[in-house]
C-alpha cells in the first residue's frame, strides 16, 4: 500500500514542508552514485511515479536520455559528500529550457522539501506579527486606570522577566509571591517628623541646671510648697547652710593651711518657703 492513502481513497492534501522520509537500510551506503536511486523508493512521498526517471529506469536506459525527453523529471543538483544532496523536481520542455518546480535536500539520509520563498516569507510575517500581538496583549496587561488618577503603568504586579502568557508553560512548582511593599512612603515620613517636632515645642523636656560653686561653696536652689499650706499664696526664698566634714587623709588639701584638721564643706541650701500670711485691715 502507497504512503499517503486509506484503502483507494486518497487522504486529504498534507503540506508537503511538514513531511520528511528515510530508509534506515540505505542510510551507511548513501553516495552519489545511488542516491538517485534512494529518493525513486516506493514508499518516498516525494518522489512522482509518472516522471521520466521512472519511464528511463523501466526501459534500462542511461540517464543522459533525459534531455531528449519533455515532461516531468529529477536531477541531483548539488553534492556535498557524505551528509548533504540536493535533487530538483523540473518540467523539461526543451533539451535546453526546464522550469524548476521543486528542491529536495537530503541531510544524513532524511528526506525534506525546501521551502519556496512565499511559504518562506508568509511564516516569517506570520511569526512577526504573532509577537507583536503577543507585545501588546502584554503591555495591556500592564497598563492601569482609576477615575480620579486616569492612567498609569503597574509594573511591579507580576514578577520582572515573566510573562502573563507563559504561565502555561511554567513548571510544577508555581510559587505565587506578592510584591513587597514599603513599611512607609517619604510624605508619612515626613508628617510623622513633624508632628513630633510640634510635640516638642509645645511640651518642652525639663532643664536640669549644674549646682553652682562661689568660693568652693556649692549653692542649691530647690523650689518646695508647704503641703499643709494654702498653695495659692506665694513662697519667699529661705537659705539653709549645711556643714559637712571630709577626710583629709586621701588628699593634701588641708582646711585654712593646717593640716591634722578635717575640712569642712559649707553647702548653702536656697529654699521656697511659704510667707506668713498678710493681715487684712478692717472695714
Known sequence: M???RIGNLPIAAENPLGLSWHDSAWIPLLSPSNIMDYFSERSN??????CNNEIVKMQRLSMDQLQNMTGLEY???HVQDPILYVIRKQHRHSPSQA???ADYYIIAGIVYQAPDLAS???????????HLQCSFEETMSYSRYHPSKGYWWDFKALKPGLSP?????????DVSSTPKEEPSTLFQRQRVDMLLAELVRQFPLPVTQAPNQINGVTVKNENSNDKSGDKTEGNVNNITIKQEPVDPSGSDMTNGGLQGHPEIKTEIKQE???PPPEKKPRL
Open 2 to 4: 502507497m504512503p499517503g
Open 99 to 101: 522550469i524548476p518546480l
Open 75 to 77: 536531477i541531483l543538483l
Open 120 to 130: 518562506v516569507l508568509n511564516s516569517r510575517l506570520l511569526s512577526a506579527v504573532h
Open 45 to 50: 512521498p516525494f518522489f512522482d511515479r509518472t
Open 165 to 173: 502568557y507563559g504561565s502555561g508553560q511554567s513548571s510544577s512548582k
Open 272 to 274: 521656697n518657703m511659704k
